[in-house]
């Protein structure tokens, strides 16, 4: 359940309300609105008389919660999430472009990339250090020296570096490099992973897995949340059908059905949700007419010599002349391109 405080409700009437629904076993989760405290009373507890909690003094109403992802849901928190990330704020109206290699193949080859993206206004850079692949034979990424390359250049050029977290036992040192995890479509329900993520502060981009449903997206979300981080990104990457043209059905649907329901901003990965350079910037398009708070691209300045996914990386030249046209886009939906 959801308690809403009062407009005018004071810190020690807040406290004191926080303090009833601990004793009464659940867990407790504030989120400070712009005009009033909603506090979030998570726990399976079903016998609690509401009444108790709604007399106290600063209380303007007791509301259970009916969605199974109570943090994320739009119940908890009626506005958008906004997340500050550096030097830009995630979410709301604005449409964040996240760019860069699929893999950081060497220092040089991300060091130029990253000076091309800067000098077209992306501020943030993505890059994978640690690449889950199908065959035990593929590129596989170079790991710390690869997170090492990636903040370097995003030192260089004062811009946020995104990089995928696999394993639970990377986070500790990868928290020395990114500003962002990624959690990737395989990891979505590794819940214990969740559960470690969620007691850092960093945000974490959740990727939709391959076969998940969006009400099993905001549950894996809701993981990362009730362990403490609310700085959750959802990313709609693709979804497997019986469609085999593209590599993934990218469901764009997806993202005003979680705007409804959830407060948490959405990215769309066309890159993935397609696999085809010649489809990335069709999908692209469509994704910000729908809503997106932010798109994930992989650019590559050599994609037919790229180690990781070049068929599916635009060149420099092609995402430029995408971002002028999303740019326009944004500004019909009364969005804006950051």
Not at 78 to 99: F, L, Q, R, S, Y
Not at 125 to 137: D, E, H, I, V
Not at 146 to 174: A, N, P, T, W
Not at 206 to 230: D, F, H, P, Q, W
């Amino acid at each position: 359940m959801v308690v809403i405080m009062e407009d005018n409700a004071t810190e020690e009437e807040i406290l004191q309300v926080m303090e009833k629904v601990r004793s009464l076993g659940y867990d407790v989760h504030r989120s400070d609105g712009a005009e009033r405290t909603v506090i979030g009373a998570v726990g399976e507890r079903r016998d609690v008389d509401r009444r108790n909690i709604e007399l106290l003094n600063g209380v303007r109403e007791v509301i259970p919660i009916t969605k199974s992802y109570k943090l994320a849901s739009r119940e908890f928190k009626a506005e958008d999430t906004i997340i500050p990330c550096c030097n830009i704020d995630i979410g709301g109206k604005n449409v964040v472009m996240i760019a860069g290699p699929c893999a950081v193949e060497s220092r040089d080859q991300i060091s130029e990339i990253g000076e091309i993206l800067h000098n077209m206004g992306v501020h943030v850079l993505r890059g994978g250090a640690f690449k889950p692949r199908t065959s035990p034979y593929s590129f596989q990424g170079l790991g710390e020296q690869g997170l090492k390359y990636l903040r370097e250049v995003g030192d260089k050029f004062h811009m946020s570096v995104i990089s995928e977290v696999l394993d639970v036992s990377q986070i500790e040192m990868m928290e020395n490099y990114v500003d962002i995890f990624q959690v990737g479509a395989r990891n979505m329900q590794n819940f214990w992973l969740l559960k470690k993520l969620g007691k850092t502060r960093k945000p974490v981009m959740l990727k939709r897995g391959m076969s998940a449903t969006v009400e099993e997206l905001l549950m894996a979300a809701e993981y990362i949340m009730a362990n403490g981080n609310y700085n959750v990104i959802l990313c709609e990457r693709g979804i497997r059908t019986f469609e085999n043209y593209t590599r993934n059905t990218l469901d764009l649907s997806a993202i005003p059905v979680i705007q409804k329901l959830s407060h948490l901003p959405i990215f769309v990965d066309p890159s993935h949700g397609t696999g085809r350079r010649d489809k990335v910037a069709p999908m692209a398009r469509a994704a910000v007419a729908a809503g997106a708070q932010g798109l994930l691209i992989e650019v590559h300045n050599h994609p037919e010599d790229a180690l990781s996914d070049g068929a599916q990386s635009l060149y420099p030249e092609q995402f430029e002349k995408l971002l002028v046209e999303i740019k326009t886009i944004a500004s019909a939906v009364e969005r804006v391109v950051v």
